[in-house]
């Protein structure tokens, strides 16, 4: 289907840099394990969530701390994926994605279960550059 509005999707932060500067594409993946754990790529495809709170779903997974980039999915096509997720099966530059929450720590460190929007130090960093 033609992708919509925004779409979410959960990194390791160690790979922050990358995604800044290539964008979402799996055969660059290597800086930090998937989320779920898997040291290669599971599908030759990115990822996604419908909404910030689907999101959850995954920085509760993670062994260490996380970050939310927001997708525009606008021109994309997006597929559903293996278990009912979605999946954009083209790497997404750069130019679509934002930094949507940061330094998500993993659940066995989250103060707040509920935690998620703009983490301080990651909307400080989004101050600056503006």
């Not at 959960?10 to 989320?35: C, F, K, Q, Y």
């Not at 130019?95 to 940061?102: E, H, I, K, S, T």
């Not at 279960?113 to 101050?127: I, N, V």
Request: hydrophobic fraction near 35%; aromatic fraction near 6%.
């Amino acid at each position: 289907m033609p992708g919509q509005g925004e779409l979410f999707h959960v990194t390791a932060v160690a790979n922050r840099e990358s995604i800044s500067r290539h964008g979402l594409d799996w055969h660059r993946m290597g800086a930090a394990p998937g989320i779920a754990g898997s040291a290669e790529p599971e599908l030759a495809a990115v990822f996604v969530c419908d909404s910030r709170d689907e999101a959850d779903f995954f920085t509760a997974m993670a062994r260490s701390p996380s970050d939310v980039w927001a997708v525009r999915a606008e021109g994309l096509w997006v597929e559903n994926g293996p278990n009912g997720w979605q999946i954009i099966t083209e790497p997404v530059g750069p130019d679509r994605l934002r930094l949507g929450d940061c330094d998500v720590p993993p659940p066995d460190a989250q103060e707040d279960a509920g935690h998620h929007g703009p983490s301080a130090a990651c909307q400080s960093r989004r101050d600056a550059k503006q």
